[in-house]
């Protein structure tokens, strides 16, 4: 069964979901973050984004951005988001309540629902017919939101994301920084930690506006192409990327300098070895498409005039188009060739202003007409929201979030991101531990091998079991037991051939396999296992500058096939494991190839000629071939 059809099958149900819709409307800017209408209006939001993601990552039909489209809510969406970010730009800085504990939260939400709401129009714009869908007025000013959002991350200094956010503080730093910040402090690292993801998640969807140039109205395309010039600031993306950040990391052992980068994609920093600096994230593949898409295509040269100015700037990406940036995007030949026949081209000088293509050109109204609505009611605002604010309670604020955190299958959604933040946050941190301890490399040496013939070890029945059957096997329901006397207890030691190290990749993960090899016994007695033993494995690792580790998996019942000694006699193996690269505290597996051992019985001749064919002939048991230990990367 795959991925996508285990747990719950939505978060929200499609009647919910059109019920939730429904209730969408225009929000007033005096109700933002104010009322309770606007609170039950925010996680309304939350829940519908999260299920559109949920949706495109199974790859099901979206019915929340169908509802959307049905039902007519894109246009309320849009004006809400215009007046969330004109609050944000023109309310908040005004307000007194930053310094109260108890309003820190509600503010949070604000700040966030921006956030929501772009989320949720990334994975709407995805769909062609949803921009084909939207008024004129509507895609102007969401072209014109992209590119205030594109603008801002051009001229935001590198040193303030560094300095003023946590993506790039240690643990420990982060954990500093925030017990040292007051509520005004922490709102402000918040609000551009927001602004930012806002802003590469714009750029997405200026990639998805871009894509759809052949279906969007002359006023569009020119506002896109002429009046906002998208095509150089999407060079200046290029050229001085935000999404990638180097460290200076100092050695305290050698006292040198190691320069460490990271890159930002799906939404968090992430650390990237040097090699692989020219492997495109999703983050940086959606500039070169944008760009494709504005160079390429026919409606693009049709309404955009190339100027010596142009010219000259959309030369200096040439050089970022090597062999491996095509391997990766094939289609960006058709820039570099672009580029090539524009490089011999005589083009007007930059002097010679730019034709429009339209006589008259169609300004966005809605965002304007907020502005000036209530342009004279800022300051009111903003001190009506300070009244308000003193009836606000963190706790009440926190039951809401909660409503919309427990909903059924969230972790599926939730729990990698938090994981990878938290390895993130964490990571510099380990930084000068791995470099300390690189020398002090831990590696396996020894595994034990336990199995109990009598099923000794206690059955956990709220754990799944960890065993995974790798070849058919006999279904035979029998339950009688080997007439054979096998020992209670084999116990097997390995060592660990590190010489064999082999990297494998598989449905199942990247992982690091090892051969095992079994040191000589004391006894002579045959190693033998019963079809219904438990087993236990225990790997030892080392390392030069500290004690031994040992890790130790189990498996509570091997279930091998039922084999009966009757009839002719053959060798079936197949193929056990002990842990799992997937669940469990310990993610490590002890891989075991079983061998039936008809020969044993061969001290039972009588007993054989007796049940020839017959299913009482005494079951047997097994004894060990191959053994390998393989461990995740």
Known sequence: MSDALEGPAYLVMPPEAEQLIEQL???PLEAIGASKDWIAYHHIIEKLNLQAHQSAARKQDNFVVESLLTYQKMPPLIVNLLATEMWKAQIFPQLKCQDKEAASLRLYFILYHEAALVNLFEVAFYHEHVVETLDDDLLLEMVDYCMRKITWLISLPRDAIATNTAFHKTGEEAIQMIQTQNSR?????QQMETEFRVAVQSVTILRYTAERLHVLPLSVVSR???????LLSLVVLVENPPWTHKELVKDEKTNETQVRWKKFAQQKWSYVEPSDLL?????EAQVWLAIYYLVCTKSAREHYEVT???KDQLLRIRKYLNELMLDQLPLLSDVQRYLDELAIVQVPPSAIGVKSSLVMEVVPHVRENMMRRTRNELAGLAKRFDELSREFKRGEDLLQLAEVYQM??????LDATNQTTLDDQNAGSKVEEEEEDEDDEVEPSVVTLIFHNHRVIDAKPD???LIVEILDDDDNNNEQQTDLVLPELVSVVCDVDLASCKAVEAKSGRYYRYA????PRETKEPILVSWNASAEATITFESELSDPTNISVQCDELTLPQIRGGGAFKHDKLWMQIGSLQEGPHRLVVQCQFITTPEVLQGHDNQLEAHIDDLEAPLLPFTLGALFLSLPF
């Open 408 to 413: 059924d299958g969230i972790e599926e959604l």
């Open 279 to 283: 492997v495109l994230t999703a983050t």
């Open 25 to 27: 409307k225009n929000m």
């Open 185 to 189: 402090e922490e709102l402000a690292r």
């Open 463 to 465: 754990k799944k079991p």
């Open 516 to 519: 095992l090899r079994p040191r």
């Open 308 to 310: 010596q100015y142009r």
């Open 224 to 230: 896109l192409l002429d009046k906002h010039d998208a």
